[in-house]
């Protein structure tokens, strides 16, 4: 009995024991429990509505508006135009097919854009892409009403770019498109901004060059969502900042004026304002219209524009090399007379060839001028007189001349490919053709044949210097919001002003002797004279038993076989105020083709519009008369200056 006491005692011991342990654990557990959910709801109650937040609210970047750009003017040649687009959120949209389907009930999808939808999906499920592009307001509200039944997708209103003068500011402005993968890989660190379905960003020329400036700085909005992923309100907002807007130097009219005067002609020209260095027009024909590309364009209409003879792609105006033909023989007999090798009245025969190392070197005058000096061979345009020159100078003072002049000088430029040309030198060649130079070398450079190649701005950049015994250099941009750059005027080229008159005396007699070169297309208003230089530069080789027959006449050769046509010119002769350069690519001659281009186009950038018929020669009045008046109705009303707009 005694003893079954003392077991229950001890069992009552070890169950009081138990109960203790067991107590104190679940307090212990409980207390622990308290404290993580002291820690939870207390100490990271922060952090937990930050998660929650961002389960409901979605921040988003907003594109800031691109920089519009205008001409000297201010006529707006670039601004930015509504588009309505329809994105998708892969993450959001859950059963993306099913999504699409749905979408396709709504609105018509192209199925290009779907595919190429379905291919950026696959590269990334975390950002947006565009399912339709350009969609007209009645489709974008079907699909804003029934965004409940349609997960991930949203409707957005956007800008997109718009050229309204098309084409005669293609080459200049280039064009914006789509972010590609190939833009991204060129980037280290991209901009956010790039990760946004189909931003736009400058492609080529100026719209690449200056893709800094125009871009602008994204905002930011932050929405709330329901659990369907429909935006509920927008909680607040930081604006970005707009990309800025840039003036360029280039008038409109004159612009368009020269883009309907080579209508037809594979050809450029660029007008240099002789002061400033102001590029008042530069444009190369054919153009094509910007606003496909930004579209997107289709592969007929790419096909059609690669395909085309006359290369409406390419700048000619500053990416076009040609071997600059006669317009380069100031830039010889100057380099003579700097040099001491010439003086002005120094005279050359011409018997219609010279003899240099057993080979004979050809006058385009085959009877020969006779004896000839400075001014004469420049206004009759002598071959044989500037090969003696070549002799005489060699071809490394011309090559320095020419680079004085802006020949064989990548222009600093914000457009795409400004070529450089070339002047060739003895170390040139040595490098880059493994050969040494030769004496034929430097004749046929002398009159801007064999290796010498310049672009039409090169031209008008000599020109400039020539006419006004300073470095000019070329400006596109006028301001960036409003705020001046700074001009081309440049300094002093430390010339001999004795040997610049002698030469512009000789171009003034080209336009003005009725000995001269460009005489028909001479300016007859008092005080308007032109001065300039003629130039025809060869794309074929002219064999010995051709020129025994007699060498065959442009008209007689395909299109790609004539010599291309060329002409220089500055206006007003005696005070310049605009230098100009033409090109028309297998035109023929340059005294008979560009010539009347170039006198046309002088004029009206002098008067700023149609001149007067006094300016012109009496027998090619009622010519110009019908002339004007079929270019008027060719060319676009531009309107007034976007601060005139209502």
Known sequence: MKRASQDSVRSQKRITRRGLMLGAGQAGFMGLLAWRMRHLQVDQADQFRLLADENRIKIRLIPPARGQIFDRNGLVVAENVPSYRIILEREEAGDVEDTLARLGQLIELDPEELERAREEMRRSRIHPVTIADRVSWAELSRVAVNAPALPGVRPEVGLSRRYPMEQEYAHVLGYVGAVSEKDLEKIDAPDQLLLIPRFQIGKIGLEARREDILRGKAGTKRVEQNAAGRVMRELDRREGQPGKDIQITTDSHLQSYIHARLKGESAATVVLDCDSGDILATVST????????????????YKALLENKYRPLPNKAV???????????MVTALAALEGGQARAEDTVHCPGHLEVSGRKFHCWKRGGHGNMNLGSALR???DVYFYEMAMRTG???????????????????PMTSVAAGLIPTKEWKRKARGAEWVIGDSVNASIGQGFVLTSPLQLAVMTARLATGRAVAPRLIKSIDAIEEPTGHGEDLGLNQNNLRNIRRAMYDVSNNKRGTAYRSRVVAEGMEMAAKTGTSQVRNITAAERAQGVRSNDDLPWDRRDHALIVTYAPA???KVAVAVVVEHGGGGSSVAGPIARDVTLQALYKGDPPLTAYPAADREHIRLQQERLREARPDHGQPASDRA
């Open 574 to 576: 005696v005070a310049p």
């Open 286 to 301: 054919p153009g094509f219209d910007s606003n496909l590309f930004v579209r997107g364009i289709s592969v007929a209409d």
């Open 395 to 413: 071809i490394e003072r011309i090559s320095d001349m020419a680079h004085k002049l802006g020949m064989g000088v990548e222009h600093d430029l």
């Open 380 to 382: 009759e345009s002598c």
């Open 319 to 329: 990416q076009g090399v040609y071997p600059p033909g006669s317009t380069f023989k």
